[in-house]
């Protein structure tokens, strides 16, 4: 299959999704709610999965060792705390969608 094909949507979708992912990481840090947490975890699961399919590895990677941090939230073996925030949010520029093509 020629994935190159599919670059533009892939571009765009991940570019919401990473919107979506610091918008919940936010409302997480605000608010500390359920409802923040698994649109986090939705966001950075579907990025970590689009990445994957077109190969971008780097990215899928980076996708799921936030993943697995926010599994770690929900599981209630990591308490949210501004560092952890932090990091999570550092870890998220928009930017990291194009990065790979620079």
Known sequence: M???R????YLSETQEH????????????EAGDGAALDAAFRSAHTIKGMAATMGFLDVAEHAHLLEDLLEEVRAGTL???ADVLD???AGVPLTAVTSVFT
């Open 2 to 4: 020629q994935l190159d």
């Open 6 to 9: 599919y670059l533009g949507l």
């Open 18 to 29: 990473l919107r979506e992912l610091n918008r919940a990481l936010i409302d997480l840090e």
């Open 79 to 81: 308490a949210i705390d």
């Open 87 to 89: 990091r999570m949010l």
